[in-house]
């Protein structure tokens, strides 16, 4: 089995950017990218934030060039999923499909992704229609009735920016208060462009092969139901992190993520996170790569004594 000090599993900043830092401090560590494999970024357009690209870039570019700075300074990669993990054996154990490592330290930066709405037409009209990610794919429904499901912050920056192409936009929200930072509320509110469905929730989706024609409305408080003309159906109702595999090995919240005390250690010595996958609250590419370095740091600290 072979056996390696530094192991990073997920490829997206946080990822990369503790690939970056591993590899410079002189391990030679192995990314196990997951498929697909670079992350959130990987479906975003123009990243227009990220310090140090005044123009802007891609999401795809902004990997690419790190996974090309990872490998420049000796990072390898493993394009398969990390299906099984052993923290309570030392070194820590690591399956990536039928391929089994050992490492002295491992940097866990799976990351989230975006929930869907859990009904069966939701799965049927996924990418016809149905997306959780307005900045891929709002760019399709110029002119276009557009839903956004949702009352927290994802959902009102979705809609916000859906606002830039729809010709209406209508947030569906299962409460009547939103649950959106207070200036994310009013700015939903002082949009002309956005109606709100209190109380509502989706009941069904409709359409043919061309994609969604109608979603069905429930009234929660009447339990009245309305067919309504939709062109396209967005996603805000959260993210859950990706450590399905982590269970019951280290700490998690109740919601799933990775806790970490004092920057990126979890609750096991010589395991550490990065990213979305301990980082709820700001889902920032430029976050996710600072913890990865974070990470990076501290796994170096911890072999130097281990
Ligand atoms: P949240 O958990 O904050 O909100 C999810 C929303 O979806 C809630 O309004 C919830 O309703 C609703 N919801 C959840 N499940 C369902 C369901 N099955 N059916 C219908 N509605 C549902 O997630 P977000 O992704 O919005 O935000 C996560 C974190 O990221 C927050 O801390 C947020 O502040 C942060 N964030 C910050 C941004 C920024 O600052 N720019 C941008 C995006 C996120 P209910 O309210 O009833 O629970």
């Given at each position: 089995m072979e056996k390696r000090d530094i192991i990073i599993i997920g490829s997206g900043p946080a990822g990369l950017t503790a690939a970056i830092y591993s590899a410079r401090a002189g391990y030679k560590p192995l990314v196990?990218?997951?498929?697909?494999?670079?992350?959130q970024l990987m479906t975003t357009t123009e990243i227009e934030n990220f310090p140090g690209f005044p123009e802007g870039i891609t999401g795809p570019d902004l990997i690419g060039n790190m996974k090309k700075q990872a490998e420049r300074f000796g990072t390898d990669f493993l394009?398969?999923?990390?299906?099984a993990v052993d923290l309570q054996t030392y070194p820590f154990k690591i399956q990536a499909e039928e391929i089994s490592y050992q490492a002295r330290s491992i940097i866990i930066a799976t990351g989230a992704q975006a929930k869907y709405l859990d009904i069966p037409s939701v799965e049927k009209f996924r990418g016809r229609g149905v997306s959780a990610c307005a900045t891929c794919d709002g760019f399709f429904f110029r002119d276009s009735i557009i839903y956004v499901i949702g009352g927290g912050d994802t959902a009102a920056e979705e809609a916000l920016f859906l606002t830039k192409f729809g010709k209406e936009v209508h947030l569906i929200h299962r409460?009547?208060?939103?649950?959106?930072e207070k200036y994310m509320q009013q700015k939903i509110f002082d949009n002309p462009k956005i109606h709100i469905f209190w109380n509502s929730v989706v009941e069904e989706i409709k359409g043919s092969e061309a994609g969604v024609e109608k979603i069905l409305l429930k009234d929660v408080k009447t339990g009245e139901l309305t067919e309504k003309d939709a062109d396209g159906v967005f996603m805000g109702i959260g993210h859950s992190p990706a450590t399905k595999i982590f269970e019951n090995q280290l700490k998690l919240d109740d919601n799933g993520y990775i806790v970490c005390n004092r920057g990126a250690k979890t609750s096991v010595k010589g395991v550490f996170a990065a990213g979305d996958?301990?980082?709820?609250?700001?889902?920032?590419a430029i976050v996710a790569a600072g913890t990865g370095c974070q990470a990076a740091i501290e796994a170096d600290n911890y072999l130097q004594k281990a």
């Open positions: 196990i990218e997951g498929i697909p494999s670079g992350g394009s398969k999923d990390a299906t409460r009547d208060e939103l649950r959106a996958v301990r980082e709820p609250l700001f889902r920032q």
